[in-house]
């Protein structure tokens, strides 16, 4: 089975400055999506980024973007010039390349941003 | 584009109840998924739906079922509510196979 793992629970950024929040997975597939998720306190879930394990590219969207290491199984998601409104819990999440549509969640990180 | 819609927000019941929710999915998309979010366990998928058929179903009791009607709208159902079913549970939308599921804004349930 599919895990995902976020290792910090909290993490706090000054406004403006960059951050970079972990993120590791186990699958035994080679085929498969990554994607950063962010939940704001109104608690609506909205697709951050999003990565095709089969490109070797790093995903890019404005301020965000993930550093994706296919051998070592991370994926990372760096923001920059950091907002206010990026305060947010963020998961990650995995999905099956085939099949389904269940995405397996990491347990998240609560990002604070700081003024 | 109308976004993926959930009613209701908010409700309360008591145990022994049983409660109906509702998901209007983004007009086109035929997959309609169900998960849980607790603070202790996080979000937990429920189940999935593809034309009016279960496709994937999580590690629940069958307390919890649901259903896909022809316009892709899906409804769950938890019977005898227990005081552990308290949770928001949301409900996403996909076209299928481009990866990305869009997410409703949630029902919060409480169970007293």
């Known amino acids: 089975a599919q895990t995902v793992t976020q290792s910090q629970p909290e993490m706090s950024v000054q406004e403006a400055e960059t951050v970079t929040l972990s993120c590791t997975y186990d699958?035994?597939?080679?085929?498969?999506?990554l994607f950063w998720y962010k939940q704001p306190p109104s608690r609506q879930m909205i697709l951050v980024i999003r990565q095709e394990a089969y490109k070797q590219q790093n995903a890019t969207e404005n301020r965000f973007s993930v550093n994706f290491q296919k051998a070592a199984k991370s994926f990372s998601l760096k923001i920059s010039d950091s907002q206010l409104g990026d305060a947010a819990m963020y998961f990650c999440a995995y999905r099956r390349f085939f099949g389904n549509e269940k995405l397996t969640f990491g347990t998240g990180t609560r990002l604070t941003i700081i003024p | 584009k109308a976004g993926v819609t959930q009613t209701p927000r908010y409700l309360i019941k008591t145990r022994g109840q049983q409660v109906t929710l509702s998901c209007s999915p983004i007009s086109g998309h035929r997959s309609v998924s169900w998960y849980q979010q607790t603070p202790g366990q996080g979000l937990q998928f429920l189940f999935e739906y593809f034309s009016e058929t279960q496709r994937n179903k999580g590690n629940f009791p069958g307390r919890f079922s649901g259903r896909q009607f022809s316009n892709s709208r899906s409804e769950m159902n938890v019977s005898t509510l227990e005081l552990g079913d308290s949770a928001l549970y949301l409900c996403?939308?996909?076209?299928?196979?481009?990866?990305?599921?869009?997410f409703g804004e949630g029902s919060r349930l409480t169970v007293l």
């Open positions: 699958t035994s597939e080679s085929d498969y999506y």
């Open positions: 996403a939308s996909s076209f299928v196979n481009t990866g990305e599921l869009f």
